[in-house]
Structure formats: structure tokens, C-alpha cells
């Protein structure tokens, strides 16, 4: 995925202000900042969700900015959301086959709805296929959407703060899972919080502050670059 001179403005408000970064295959990038410095917007642009102002993302060397979120997923994006998106009408397994059904690698009938209890049980959901997903908790949903996305056989995966809200078990259960897909060969870009999760799973990460890019490199170093503890911390304590 390569990212070039990316801008996003709402009116007066820039929230990406020509941000580059590429992602290689098979890479797991952290995409990390402080609260509202545009790391949601970034994936939105990427997934088609919103239309870059100006600059171009291409997905293997073809431009997919400015194309519909739709046809970007077909085209092997998929992502989870900072505030779960499921579809309340239908059910665990229900909801998985919609993303075996419109995402990159296309499957119905049977083979969706055994792809479906596969990954249902690949994110701790075995044995809740028929469960209304309108009964289900705020966590369980997040596998849901998890499940859903990985249905597409996505050639690169964004997780908008996925570990957000889970306690200390699920937490160790989610860091786990997702160093299984990286280890399996899956493209990932992380917007996350929780630093724990950053310093043991990503390869890379670029560090966003109020709209534009401040800092990218190797995680350890990153992480101590002084600019960025100022952006999380503020100049009293950088």
C-alpha cells in the first residue's frame, strides 16, 4: 500500500495534511497518535469511507483514491470501525457470510456459511453462529466485525482500535489473534492505543499529531523520539 502526499479537509479543518507512508506486504504497520490527530480519517481514506482531497493511495501499484468503498473492498481492503458496525437484523454467521459475499474473494451459499463457521470460531465465537448479533456484547461484537472482514480474504487488513474496551484476558486473547494473522502473512495497519499491543506486534509504526505525519521508523525508537513523547505528553513532560 503506498500512501502519497494524502490531504483530507473539511472546510477550514485539515485533518490529513500530506501524509505519505507505504506498507509492504506482509507488513504489520501501527498507525498511533494522540486523540484527534487523524489516524481514523487515514483508514477512511484508505477504505474509501471518505474521498481524499488531494494526493493518492494505490494498492498494489494501482490508485484505488477516489474509487467507492465498495469497489476498494473488492479490490481487497477490509476494516474494522472505532464504533463496531454489525448488521443487527441477522445473525453471527449471517453477518461473516456478508463479508464473504462482497469483499475480495467472493463465496456464497455453503461454502460462505462454512467459511463463516470457521472464522466464528477462529475469534472465540464457536458454537454462536445462530446468535442474534443484536444480543450480543459490545466485545463480541468486535469479533464479529473481526470475523467479517478476514471473510474477504482481504489482501490488507485495518483495524481501527480493535483492543479498545477489552479487559486484561481479552486483551492477551485479541494480541494473540492478531499475531497470528501477522504470522500468517496478512498485511495489517493497527490504530491503537495500547502501547503493549504496538511494542509486540508491529513491525513499523508512523505516529500522526494533529493531521500530519511527525515520526516513522522501528517501534522501540519511535516510540522515544521526543516529538512524539511531546505530542502524547505535552512539552512539560517531553
Known amino acids: 500500500l503506498s500512501i502519497r502526499s494524502a490531504r483530507k479537509a473539511f472546510g477550514g479543518l485539515v485533518a490529513v495534511n500530506d501524509v505519505s507512508f507505504e506498507v509492504r506486504q506482509g507488513e504489520l504497520l501501527g498507525l ?3 486523540n484527534g490527530s487523524g489516524k481514523t480519517t487515514m483508514l477512511n481514506l484508505i477504505s474509501g469511507a471518505l474521498k481524499p482531497t ?3 493511495i494505490a494498492l498494489g501499484g494501482e490508485r484505488i483514491s477516489g ?5 476498494i473492498a ?3 481492503v477490509a476494516r474494522t470501525f472505532q464504533l463496531v458496525r454489525v448488521l443487527p437484523s441477522m445473525d453471527a454467521a449471517e453477518n461473516v457470510m456478508a463479508g464473504a459475499a462482497f469483499g475480495h474473494r467472493r463465496a456464497w451459499g455453503a461454502d460462505a456459511r462454512a467459511l463463516a463457521q470457521q472464522l466464528l470460531e477462529r475469534v472465540g465465537l464457536g458454537g454462536r453462529a445462530h446468535m442474534p448479533v443484536s444480543a450480543m456484547t459490545y466485545i463480541d461484537q468486535k469479533r464479529i466485525e473481526l470475523a467479517r472482514a478476514l471473510a474477504s480474504d482481504p489482501r490488507i487488513l485495518l483495524l481501527d482500535e480493535w483492543l479498545a474496551g477489552l479487559n486484561p484476558s481479552e486483551l492477551k486473547t485479541g494480541i494473540d489473534l492478531i499475531g497470528q494473522l501477522s504470522r500468517e502473512g496478512r498485511t495489517i495497519i493497527m490504530v491503537e492505543h495500547v502501547m503493549d499491543a504496538i511494542r509486540s506486534l508491529c513491525d513499523r509504526c508512523v505516529v500522526m499529531s494533529s493531521g500530519v505525519k511527525i515520526a516513522e521508523g522501528g517501534v522501540t525508537e519511535t516510540l522515544s523520539d521526543p516529538e512524539v513523547v511531546r505530542a502524547y505528553l505535552g512539552d512539560d513532560d517531553a
Not at 474509487?67 to 469497489?71: G, I, K, M, V
Open 74 to 76: 473488492r479490490k481487497g
Open 54 to 56: 488531494a494526493g493518492e
Open 67 to 71: 474509487l467507492a468503498a465498495h469497489r
Open 32 to 34: 498511533i497518535g494522540p
